[in-house]
């Protein structure tokens, strides 16, 4: 399915390098050259301006990304599913620190369904707004098709390599949530037993790194502008995690971290100039394959 969705855009994009070879070949047989000012003259006329010539020509496996992606993403689904059996079966981290205590006073709100909804909002409408972002900019700086669906792509990894890795923290830590332990409770219910590290707060942030990455590396215009929004919406995400008393202040801080660096780092891994070998490569091995980093 992946072959068929893929070869009308490389279809597309071969008949392209023909017409530049033949063209190239017609300029060197007795064409003049063009002047540099001349050039320039034409290039800002045309709408692709010499600038973005400059740009720095990244790419990725597709195949493999796109695979590596969705198999983390089932992953993460399956571990979600299953919830009740891998979490931690009583609280393993059931007080919280002073910090914590002091912050939950001064940061609640009285009305915590309210502030969950908002921060439900904004967890999950940063990533369709910041693909929405990658893919208009796209547009605009005269890409080709497969340079947006990268950029998607490389969005995509960023949360699934996010979301699996806060799974895994969040069963092994068995940490109790604050509107769990102010009832003096010790958790009933998995998801009650699931607060470290901050998910939501994860998610943003990585959709907030890994978007502004993506648009730095590719050289587009406005890079810092996203990067101003989406950080702010993502501080905006933790804040009302710890107002609706969901978390605690140490959850949403450490998940902030853990988003960040996932969403700085994925796309320095997985992009790089084209005609060289990804940081991350799959290959064939004895018995099956193998990863070379």
């Known amino acids: 399915m992946h072959r068929a969705s893929t070869a009308p855009v490389a279809t597309i994009l071969c008949l392209q390098l023909l017409t530049w070879s033949g063209q190239a070949r017609a300029d060197e047989a007795g064409a003049t050259p063009m002047p540099a000012a001349t050039a320039e003259a034409t ?14 020509h990244l790419t990725l496996d597709l195949r493999f990304h796109a695979t590596a992606t969705g198999a983390m993403l089932i992953l993460s689904g399956v571990s979600q599913l299953e919830a009740k059996r891998l979490a931690a079966s009583s609280c393993r981290w059931c007080q919280p620190n002073p910090l914590d205590r002091w912050a939950r006073r001064e940061l609640l709100w009285s009305r915590t369904k309210t502030a969950a909804n908002l921060s439900d909002v904004l967890a999950y ?132 971290g853990v988003g960040t660096a996932v969403g700085l780092w994925t796309p320095l891994l997985v992009l790089h100039p084209a005609g060289e070998r990804s940081a991350v490569t799959l290959v064939p091995a004895p018995g099956g394959f193998a990863l070379i980093f």
């Open 125 to 256: 409408g940063l990533p369709a707004g910041a693909a929405l972002t990658l893919a208009l900019t796209a547009r605009a700086d005269h890409t080709e098709v497969r340079e947006a669906v990268e950029d998607l792509l490389v969005l995509g990894e960023v949360m699934a390599v996010g979301t699996l890795v806060t799974q895994g923290a969040k069963f092994a830590t068995g940490r109790l949530r604050p509107d769990a332990w102010s009832t003096g409770g010790t958790g009933d219910t998995a998801d009650s037993r699931m607060s470290f590290w901050g998910g939501h707060s994860m998610l943003a942030f990585s959709v907030a790194a890994g978007s502004t990455q993506v648009a730095r590396l590719r050289g587009r215009p406005g890079w810092k502008w996203l990067a101003a929004v989406t950080f702010a919406g993502a501080a905006a995400t933790a804040y009302l995690r710890v107002a609706a008393d969901r978390h605690w202040l140490t959850d949403v801080v450490v998940g902030a």
């Open 43 to 56: 290039a800002a006329t045309e709408g692709a301006p010499l600038a973005q010539d400059r740009r720095p």
